[in-house]
Structures are given as structure tokens and as C-alpha cells.
């Protein structure tokens, strides 16, 4: 498979579509059609995270404008690691939901008893949303949707190109993607920024991966669990 625009969205999909069997799931729990044991949503998440990651090895080396490189530009590297921080400390400040969505139900790897198998949960939480989350949204979002909104042969156009509409229109359907949905529209109007400033979608994964890896610090430490 090289077609450049599906390898970028399977991993994104698959990973949605676990989204939507979780949310499918608990539906159902609700209504008493079958029972659903909240530890389940748990064991799912490592299944999650590690068949897209599979999916993102198996492409790497066709993600062409991934380049460690990049990481050698100092200026452009420090720019990351400070707007991640700073995307951090806003997302746990903007934690505001619309009408009935309430408060996510989270992750707390604490309502398993066994201490190895939530040492194992609690692992593989903070390796999906450091390592693999961070990867597979920035190649859909920054390095896919922004480049086809302008050009639908979007190899053809350069990582970090700014147009008003491709820029709005992913911070908007970057929000809706979260829960927090102005949580999640300040973050894509971060990255899209760092995008077009850095030119660099190694350095939108570096600085979502510094936003994950603080909100998994702060969630573990606070017990704040709707943020995970």
C-alpha cells in the first residue's frame, strides 16, 4: 500500500473506530443490553494504542516528511518544547464541556486491584498518548488534512503552508475530536502555528508529545482522570 493519503488516515480510522466501539459499548451497558464491566475500557486501551502503533510502524518509512533533522535546529526545537508546556497548562485550565457532554469518564488505572496490571495499564496509557497518539494525529491532521484542504495532490504542498481556510478549518475538526472541544481547538490553533512556523511535522509531534507527556505527569499526580 503507497497511496500517500490512506496510509496517513488508517491509523487515524482504526484508532476512531476504537473510540466509537468504547462509546458503542457503553451505550449499550447503559440501555441493559449487555453488561459491560467498566475495567473492560481499561484492557482496551493497550489493544488500542498497540495496533496503531503496529500501523505506524509498518509505514514509517513512508512518511517522507518525517526528519529527525529537524530536531537539530535549536531555535526551532526549543519553540516546541515551550508551546507544548504551554498548550498543557491551558488545556487543564479549559476544561469546559457543552450541554450534556459532562465530565468524560477518564482513565483510572486504579480501579483494577492487581498493582503489576495497573503498572502495566499506567505504562501503556503514557506510551500511547506520548508515543503513538502525538504521531498518528499530527500525520492526519498537520501533514494530511492541512495540505489536502489546499491541494488535494497534497505531497505537492509544503509542510506548513498557511491559508486561512485549511488552517480554521483543522483547528475546528481538531477541537471536535475531544471532549473539550476549546480545549482542543486552542491546541490545533498551537499546532497549526508551530506548523507553519517550524515548516517541520517532526516538530508538531515533538511538541504534542511534550503537551501528552505533562497532562499523564499532572493526571497521575492530581488524579484528575477525566484529562486522560
Not at 441493559?32 to 473492560?40: A, D, T, Y
Request: one cysteine or more; a neutral charge; proline letters at 4%.
Amino acid at each position: 500500500m503507497t497511496n500517500p493519503a490512506i496510509i496517513r488516515c488508517i491509523p487515524f480510522v482504526v484508532y476512531m473506530g476504537f473510540i466509537g466501539l468504547e462509546q458503542a459499548l457503553r451505550f449499550l451497558a447503559e440501555k441493559g443490553f449487555i453488561p459491560v464491566s467498566e475495567s473492560l475500557f481499561l484492557y482496551l486501551y493497550p489493544v488500542k494504542a498497540l495496533t496503531v502503533a503496529i500501523l505506524l510502524g509498518v509505514f514509517l518509512k513512508r512518511y517522507v516528511e518525517l526528519h529527525a533533522a529537524d530536531f537539530l535546529k535549536s531555535r526551532d526545537t526549543l519553540a516546541s518544547l515551550i508551546l507544548g508546556l504551554v498548550v498543557f497548562i491551558l488545556w487543564i485550565n479549559m476544561d469546559w464541556t457543552f450541554g450534556s457532554s459532562g465530565t468524560p469518564p477518564g482513565y483510572d488505572p486504579y480501579q483494577v486491584q492487581g498493582a503489576g496490571m495497573r503498572t502495566v495499564l499506567i505504562a501503556t496509557r503514557l506510551a500511547g498518548a506520548v508515543l503513538v497518539v502525538p504521531l498518528m494525529e499530527e500525520l492526519f491532521w498537520r501533514s494530511f488534512v492541512l495540505r489536502y484542504l489546499i491541494n488535494n495532490e497534497f505531497t505537492s504542498v509544503p509542510v506548513g503552508t498557511f491559508t486561512w481556510g485549511s488552517f480554521a478549518a483543522v483547528a475546528v475538526l481538531f477541537g471536535l475530536e475531544h471532549h473539550y472541544i476549546i480545549a482542543g481547538v486552542m491546541a490545533g490553533v498551537a499546532y497549526n502555528l508551530l506548523a507553519v512556523y517550524t515548516r517541520s511535522i517532526a516538530q508538531c509531534v515533538l511538541s504534542h508529545a511534550v503537551t501528552n507527556l505533562a497532562l499523564g505527569i499532572y493526571v497521575l499526580t492530581t488524579g484528575r482522570w477525566q484529562f486522560w
